[in-house]
Structures are given as structure tokens and as C-alpha cells.
């Protein structure tokens, strides 16, 4: 059974910083390109960022709204992907969703994406 867990979410002032975690099972995870989306209050879930599987090439993927603060990082020993985020901002309020497409290069559309987990709250007061 494929099941995809994020963990680290919380409440935080704008400034902090916080490690997000998924935890990846019953897929052969150094297979798979994983990312992490969101999906603010009333808006629709778009892509924050993305790791791909092979070395070739970039292996990661920023959306312009994150790039420099969000790191985004893959432990294939532990099936684990990572996502660091510094100076938070209150605009980064969201539940955070990972998730694994079976994919060359880093999609950036959900529907690519195979598997997802529930999604994490983040939540950044000012």
C-alpha cells in the first residue's frame, strides 16, 4: 500500500523557520521524482517545489514565489524527502501536500502526480 506522510507543520511567527518531512512507503522511492504543493485558505493548490529521481541535470525545481528561502532535499536511505523553509512569511500559510510522480524531468501541474499524502498545516502569524 502506497502511503505518503507529512510531518513538521505548525503555528509560527513571521521570521521562523520550520523543516518539513514526508515519509514515503510501499514504492521504490529513489524512482520517483517527489514535490511539495500547497494550498493556501480559499485558494487552489499550487507547486512549491520538486526533486527529481536521476543525477543528470538540475535536480531541483523552485516556484519564483519560494526560491532562496525553501530548500527542498531527499534522503533515499530513509525514503524520506525534506523541505527547509526560512523567513517565513504570513503569506506562506497553507496545508502542504507531498507528493511522487513516476516522471523524467520535475512536473510542476498536480495531475502529474501519482500519490499524495494529507498535507501538513502551516500556519505564519505576523
Known amino acids: 500500500q502506497v502511503q505518503l506522510v507529512e510531518s513538521g507543520g505548525g503555528l509560527v511567527q513571521a521570521g521562523d523557520s520550520l523543516k518539513l518531512a514526508c515519509a514515503a512507503s510501499g514504492i521504490t522511492f529513489s524512482r520517483y521524482t517527489m514535490g511539495w504543493f500547497r494550498q493556501p485558505p480559499g485558494k487552489e493548490r499550487e507547486f512549491v517545489a520538486g526533486?527529481?529521481?536521476?543525477?543528470?541535470?538540475?535536480?531541483?525545481y523552485y516556484s519564483d514565489s519560494v526560491k532562496g528561502r525553501f530548500t527542498i532535499s531527499r534522503d533515499n536511505a530513509e525514503n524520506t524527502m525534506y523541505l527547509q523553509i526560512d523567513s517565513l512569511k504570513p503569506e506562506d500559510t497553507a496545508v502542504y501536500y507531498c507528493?511522487?510522480?513516476?516522471?523524467?524531468?520535475?512536473?510542476?501541474?498536480?495531475?502529474?502526480?501519482?500519490?499524495w499524502g494529507q498535507g501538513t498545516q502551516v500556519t505564519v502569524s505576523s
Open positions: 507528493a511522487a510522480a513516476k516522471r523524467i524531468g520535475i512536473p510542476t501541474v498536480d495531475y502529474e502526480y501519482s500519490y
Open positions: 526533486i527529481s529521481w536521476y543525477s543528470s541535470g538540475d535536480s531541483t
